[in-house]
């Protein structure tokens, strides 16, 4: 699923503001950089990286500073919520289950779903939906899109199975160098085990939904429904509406190419580019 992406945008920079955050903190109780190290059982190195902005906090940082300043929670929580940096309120929903599901399995009609994006491919469907924003502003976003990659690095990540429309490898997002660097990303991730990709071909004929969706089963096995209007995200777990949308889905999956042949035609499309 790809969220549009509106005004409700906070610092522009998460990184550099819990940096400051945290340089401030380290200025009130007068303590140098390494002797804030010392306290928070961090390394100076990765003091100076946080303060500079280098990178964004971890949660345990984050934790450690709370301990430090004795403050309950404060500090995680700030990074928690700049570590959503560039998502809408309302796309918070639909992340927060991604985060503990079992089961992703997500339609994309128009544009490749942006866990499975490349830097450069994300880059390029902000610039077209944002065309007046700063570098530092379409930066920001594409570092929001690209963090929600770290599902799939949980102990147990969840099953992700993509259905692709042919549209979605055809549409140029960018130019062709980076249409054929997301192609060839698509057939190198799919070597994951917990990874499946599907093409639905031209034709297939008309497909069986016109709009994206995904379903999402959490631990306790209820799955939910997202789908998106143009400025928001809807989530249900009417017991209809996944239904519905879970017929649709195995149709979509019946009507589309089986996993193998879609890694061969993403190379083969990918190839098509470089020419």
Known sequence: MN?????????????????????????????????FADVLHYKQAQISKV????????????????????????????????SRGGHPSWFIPYLNLEKIATAIEDYSNALIMGMLQTPEYAEGTFRAVHPRESD???????????RRRDVMDRETPPLLWVILHESALRTVVGNRTIMADQLNHLAAVTACPHITL????????????????????????????????????HVTDSTAAVSTARATYERLRAA????????????????????
Request: hydrophobic share 40%.
């Open 51 to 82: 303060e500079s902005g280098a990178v964004l906090a971890s949660d345990a940082f984050a934790k450690a500073m709370d301990r430090v300043a004795k403050t309950p929670g404060v500090y995680a929580r700030l990074r928690e919520r700049l």
């Open 256 to 275: 589309a190419m089986s996993p193998d042949e879609s890694v061969n035609l993403f190379r083969e499309i990918a190839e098509e580019y470089t020419r």
């Open 3 to 35: 969220e549009p992406i509106g005004q409700d945008v906070g610092p522009t920079n998460s990184a550099e503001y819990f940096g400051m955050e945290a340089k401030a903190l380290r200025d009130a109780l007068g303590l140098s950089q390494e002797a």
């Open 136 to 146: 530092d502003q379409i930066k920001r976003r594409v570092e929001a899109r690209l």
């Open 198 to 233: 599907q093409v639905l071909r031209f034709t297939a004929g008309a497909p069986a939904s016109s709009l994206p969706f995904t379903l999402l089963t959490p631990d306790d096995g209820a799955t939910v429904l997202y789908s998106e209007t143009r400025e928001q995200g």
